[in-house]
T-cell receptor
Framework: QKEVEQDPGPLSVPEGAIVSLNCTYSNSAFQYFMWYRQYSRKGPELLMYTYSSGNKEDGRFTAQVDKSSKYISLFIRDSQPSDSATYLC???????????FGTGTRLQVFP | DVKVTQSSRYLVKRTGEKVFLECVQDMDHENMFWYRQDPGLGLRLIYFSYDVKMKEKGDIPEGYSVSREKKERFSLILESASTNQTSMYLCASLRGLVPTDTQYFGPGTRLTVL
């Protein structure tokens, strides 16, 4: 079993839809949870991160962590065609320099 | 703005060739990483370095070596390229520890081994 599981998609939604992207993990010691966005032919860029459980909001993006279920989510409100990209979840232990990545979910938002 | 650059965007090599992938960062970061990204497998860590001349194996180091002679430059070496090393290679750098600091990625090198 992989440490981090992520549905590869693709996920295709109309503009304006609410998008839910998810990852599950097996290592209960993970403390930090990150979401990266990767546009085609580019490297990943950090969207947002959360520590331990709870929610974090940044504009149209909300990251949610449920440590009891070992489940994290990224919600995108009012999705735009410019949100079309691959979204990777990543996790790490406390104060480390190594990340464990999910496989990425490809999202397409059509006008 | 942190910039991580990689020497080539696309590279085509033959089986058995020695291949060098170069990565340069301009923000004086201590930590640098090499990943490969494959469909269905995501990003997998090959090697990382936390200081000049220091290196640590990642999850899939077999068939690869690295060199870090200067702080800003981290090279990935395929000693004898094989077709199963066809992949997207991503370099990243990080000043300290996640998530206080951000891991910045380069644009990637798509390597094809024939």
């Amino acid at each position: 079993q992989k440490e981090v599981e992520q549905d590869p998609g693709p996920l295709s939604v109309p503009e304006g839809a609410i998008v839910s992207l998810n990852c599950t993990y097996s290592n209960s010691a993970f403390q930090y949870f990150m979401w990266y966005r990767q546009y085609s032919r580019k490297g990943p860029e950090l969207l947002m991160y959360t520590y331990s459980s709870g929610n974090k909001e940044d504009g149209r993006f909300t990251a949610q962590v449920d440590k009891s279920s070992k489940y994290i989510s990224l919600f995108i409100r009012d999705s735009q065609p410019s949100d079309s990209a691959t979204y990777l979840c990543a996790m790490s232990l406390y104060n480390t320099d190594k990340l464990i990545f999910g496989t990425g979910t490809r999202l397409q938002v059509f006008p | 703005d942190v910039k991580v650059t990689q020497s080539s965007r696309y590279l085509v090599k033959r089986t058995g060739e020695k291949v060098f992938l170069e990565c340069v960062q301009d923000m004086d970061h201590e930590n640098m990483f090499w990943y490969r990204q494959d469909p269905g497998l995501g990003l997998r860590l090959i090697y990382f370095s936390y200081d000049v001349k220091m290196k640590e194996k990642g999850d899939i180091p077999e068939g690869y070596s690295v060199s870090r002679e200067k702080k800003e430059r981290f090279s990935l070496i395929l000693e004898s390229a094989s077709t199963n090393q066809t992949s997207m290679y991503l370099c990243a750098s990080l000043r300290g520890l996640v998530p206080t600091d951000t891991q910045y990625f380069g644009p990637g090198t798509r390597l094809t081994v024939l």
